[in-house]
């Protein structure tokens, strides 16, 4: 496989031949099975991750339940929020719904980089408010959007999910029971807004 | 007043004498009324701001009803989100609930910074994820608390509110109607909870 964080940098950056290099050599990557917990709420070191192939989901246990906050795919980074604070306990669970292959770090590690390409400082900082954007976004969608308008909106916007994660999963990723999912699918195909 | 961005960074790092003038003369400091909309819902332009002293309200509208997602005050960042992606609309509007004396800036005054303080870019990493970090609290404690445990969490965490905003405010930051507050507290205080 290709160096996906590489690419994935390339994509935010012309990188010369050496940044290219660092970027391949720090990139720390290893594939982990299926049902494997990355963080555990309560942890208080923790890692972030880059996916190159997989799918990895992070939920909150509320009295018992869990609901699923994110589902992190190709190309997405999953981010602990206390790299800066790690006396801070993690709040969320991280598992990988599928075997997935990817590239770990630390803020020690990133320093390292930092030190050798500096502009790399700026670019991580884009990439972290980029992550907090979209959890802006999906926060904001929670507060304002009915869970049809959820559901459509998760179809348009990744629709491999449907394949790839348990109904159940979804249905507590958009906000409601697994019945209530079923009864929003079928009168969303019996209304054909699809 | 002394210049309260020099202080808030003091706290972080040890400034060295041109540090602190760097950040003193770059503080662009305002006062603005009480009503003044710093951020409308739908712009793409907006800067970020550091309050030295005042209250700043954020919020949505949904289906033409006000959804407060954040107050800042004394020595906290608005961070408008959209810094490294202008094109995106901005999701929240951002209003003065006080008289309110702040810090304005944005990416491209940042950078002129970070090009004679490298270490700087290090320090604002951590004060974003910072800012991120308390968002992702507040977001979890939306999902994870009752009413009551988000009413007297707030209460812990930022008494003043209390006293600085009108309870319709602090009754949709807390996710519920005004009538459900005023029964909160009722229930609240007769069970002596306080």
Redesign the interface.
């Known amino acids: 496989m290709e160096n996906k964080l590489v690419q994935y940098f390339s994509t935010l950056a012309t990188l010369t031949a050496e940044e290219a290099r660092a970027i391949d050599e720090g990139a720390n990557v290893k594939t982990v099975q299926k049902g494997t917990f990355l963080w555990r709420a309560g942890q208080t070191i923790a890692s972030t991750y880059f996916v190159w192939e997989g799918c990895l989901r992070e939920y ?1 246990v ?1 009295d018992g339940e869990e ?1 699923t ?1 994110n589902f992190y795919t190709e190309n997405q980074w999953a981010i602990p ?5 790690p006396q ?1 306990p993690i ?2 669970n991280l598992v990988c719904v599928e075997d997935t292959t990817l590239s770990m770090g630390n803020e020690e590690e990133a ?1 390292h980089i ?1 030190k050798q390409f ?1 502009r790399f ?2 670019i ?3 990439v ?3 992550v ?2 979209e ?3 999906a ?2 969608s ?3 959007d009915s869970p049809e308008q959820r559901y459509l909106k998760l179809l348009q916007s990744r629709p491999d999910l449907f394949q790839r994660v348990p109904q159940y999963q979804l249905a507590s990723y958009i906000g409601v029971k697994p019945e209530s999912l079923s009864r929003i699918r079928k009168r969303i195909m019996k209304n054909d807004v699809i």
């Open positions: 909150l509320v609901k906050t929020f206390n790299s800066f604070t801070e709040l969320h320093q930092f500096p400082e700026t991580s900082r884009a972290m408010e980029t907090f954007q959890q802006r976004k926060m904001t929670y507060l304002t």
